[in-house]
């Protein structure tokens, strides 16, 4: 790492939480991991990549056949920058490390989003960083076609420690969307993204993002969001596939006024899954807004569906929607809403609802002429499909096969 | 069409309608009356299969075929449709594509819109079943249902309550059209319709009436006939005059 964009005091920060444990979620030994990977070739062309790894890549959005539907890739696996690019003037994709180099200035962002001292996890990812992307959109600069990258992990028992840098400079658009995947299905690893927004003043940010991983894997992102005025950072977030661990509880901050968050998750827990995830959004400015709407199916798994919504000022307005389903006798859902007010003239809310299918909605679909696995299949289906205002044609395209790859599988 | 012979429904071990036999023949429409609680809806969903309403006596043949023991499902795809009182919200499930599962293998999306327009519906399309939706527009919901449906058979329960009466006429409309009321001969469809008003007679023909009094049919007769006597005595006039 280019020492000159470090900071010591970071470094010190995240020396003495080495050993911190995170707040929630299970523990995790970081030594259980290898930290060092072998190197992968740079491929100028990643359609050339073998076909099963595309074909993983695909599954989580990443499209490598067809450079004309992304303004930007970005791929590592391992430690790796296997191909980093951008495909529209004023838009910059590349290695953070890269980033840290080419633009000193960037160090005023580095852990300003996140705590580099928050837990072992973020110590790990700034004492042990390999790469991570870095995406902005210079002011005014509306990018045509999403951008994708792809955080892979290929090497069995190695911890991948990534740091994301996301900067949407004032009036620009930019719409990402980013896979975590692995390699082969009985792949173990720890995955630490540590990924830091910045949405400037009358921009507006989407990022979607699909996690494919495998049974065995321990998954731990830290995000942080900081949104200025006028601002718009929406949020899509599945993970439909087994995962041994996943803990993360994204933080957007709207600093300026009438800025806007949204996060949309959808989550299916497989028995052995244990999933710890929420979203929060603190409003800190007047005529702020968030919405926080999660799904959670489990088939066998356990998940833990958080959302926080705090109130500094009035008035902002938030809204908590929390749903799950239920469909096996062995899962368990447990939704945790939270609101803080801290003055008066917050309109903050909340609803959640956890259960099974209601036999009454079933039974109304099989009256239309549906069999009883028609039914089920229908609901579940919609259940998944969150509607998600301001998302591109193309984004929305990538989660509905998501879904539809998931529901095979689900029912 | 439709057969009821000695039929008596439990719904959670409680006995609700006890031995009634009725016929319902192609093309024709029947109309029960009865007041809340005199088994009239318990009667439909027996009818329609939900495992709820337990058949502890009795049979019901559809087209000459015993369908007692059928599950909802089959009895759908055999031509009985149903319109629901009060449906449940499918929460994720689209009007659109809930349109496009009654229209089964006829599916065509140009169809929906067409038949939704015709129902005042189109904005609903987009949105989820049941969701929100005003007593108006419930009612009219089910109807697109059913038209994309086109069962043979129809069950209709209390398709006038909660309906104001900008939407009565319309509603009112399409059931004549899906019982092929319009028609003056070679109807195929038949229905059977369940009111406590009998409000939806103002709209809708109906050849013949029974009214249903503590779980047993009470009387037969002219639907405006048996109508016009409950509008000057009430049920209570039907509950003394001789069954």
Not at chain 2, 198 to 219: E, Q
Request: glycine fraction near 10%; proline fraction near 4%; charged fraction near 25%.
């Amino acid at each position: 790492m280019p020492e000159v964009a470090r900071s010591k005091a970071a470094r010190e920060r995240a020396e003495r939480a080495r050993e911190k444990a995170a707040s929630l979620g299970d523990d995790i030994d970081l030594d259980a991991y290898s930290k060092v990977a072998k190197e992968h070739p740079y491929q100028d062309d990643p359609s050339r990549l073998p076909l099963e790894t595309k074909e993983r890549m695909l599954e989580t959005g990443v499209i490598l056949d067809d450079s004309s539907q992304r303004s930007g890739t970005f791929l590592q696996v391992d430690h790796s920058v296997i191909h980093s690019k951008a495909g529209q003037e004023g838009l910059e994709v590349m290695s953070s490390q890269e980033a840290l180099e080419k633009h000193p200035w960037l160090s005023d962002y580095w852990w300003r989003a996140v705590a580099v001292d928050a837990d072992k996890f973020t110590a790990q990812a700034e004492l042990h960083q390999t790469h991570g992307y870095f995406i902005r959109a210079l002011p005014g600069v509306k990018a045509i076609q999403p951008i994708q990258a792809c955080l892979y992990l290929a090497q069995h028992g190695l911890a991948q420690n990534v740091h994301n840098l996301i900067i949407a400079e004032e009036g620009s658009e930019l719409h990402i969307i980013t896979g975590c995947a692995t390699a082969p299905i009985e792949q173990e690893g720890l995955h630490i993204g540590i990924s830091e927004f910045y949405v400037k003043k009358g921009a507006k940010l989407t990022f979607t993002m699909i996690h494919n991983w495998a049974p065995k894997m321990a998954v731990r992102p830290r995000s942080g969001i900081i949104i200025e005025e006028g601002g718009v950072f929406l949020s899509n977030y599945m993970c439909l596939k087994p995962v041994r661990t996943l803990q993360m509880y994204p933080t957007a901050q709207c600093l300026g006024e009438d800025a806007l968050v949204r996060f949309n998750s959808v989550l299916v827990a497989a028995p052995g899954t244990l999933m710890d995830v929420g979203s929060r959004a603190i409003l800190a400015a007047r005529g702020s807004r968030a919405e926080v709407v999660s799904r959670a199916i489990t088939t066998g798994g356990t998940i833990i569906a958080r959302g926080h919504l705090v109130g500094q000022v009035a008035p902002v307005k938030g809204h908590l929607e929390c749903r799950g389903l239920i469909l096996s006798e062995e899962g368990r859902i447990h939704a945790i809403p939270e609101l803080e007010g801290l003055v008066e003239g917050v309109d903050l809310s909340h609803e959640a609802a956890v259960g099974k299918i209601a036999e009454e909605e079933i039974e109304y679909l099989m009256a239309r002429g549906l069999s009883r696995d028609q039914a089920i299949a229908a609901i579940v289906r919609g259940f998944l499909s969150v509607d998600i205002e301001g998302l591109p044609p193309q984004l929305e395209a990538e989660l509905q096969r998501a879904v539809d790859l998931s529901e095979k599988e689900l029912l | 069409m439709l057969e009821i012979e000695g039929l008596s429904v439990e719904v959670e071990g409680k006995g609700i309608v006890h031995d009634i036999s009725v016929n319902v023949d192609i093309g024709e429409t029947l109309v029960l009356f009865g007041p809340n609680g005199s088994g009239k809806t318990t009667l439909l969903m027996a009818i329609m299969g939900f495992p709820r309403y337990r058949v502890t006596k009795g049979r019901i043949v559809f087209k000459g075929q015993d369908i007692t023991h059928l599950p909802v499902d089959e009895r759908a795809r055999m031509g009985i449709g149903i319109l629901f009182q009060r449906p449940p919200v499918v929460r994720g499930v689209k009007m659109r594509e809930m349109v496009r599962a009654c229209l089964g293998e006829r599916e065509d999306g140009y169809v929906i819109d067409e038949m939704a327009q015709r129902l005042n519906l189109v904005d609903l399309l987009d949105r989820e079943v049941n969701y929100g939706f005003s007593g108006g527009e419930v009612k009219r919901s089910e109807l697109l249902q059913l038209m994309a449906q086109s069962p043979e058979f129809i069950l209709l329960d209390e398709p006038d309550s909660g309906v104001d009466l900008v939407n009565i006429s319309l509603v009112g409309e399409m059931i004549n059209e899906l019982l092929q009321e319009d028609r003056m001969r070679s109807r195929t469809k038949s229905g059977l319709i369940i009111t406590h008003t009998g409000h939806i007679l103002d709209y809708v023909n109906a050849d013949r009436a029974c009214v249903l009094l503590y779980g047993g049919i009470w009387c037969r007769g002219n639907p405006r006939q048996i109508l016009s006597s409950i509008k000057t005595h009430g049920y209570e006039g039907c509950a003394v005059c001789q069954k």
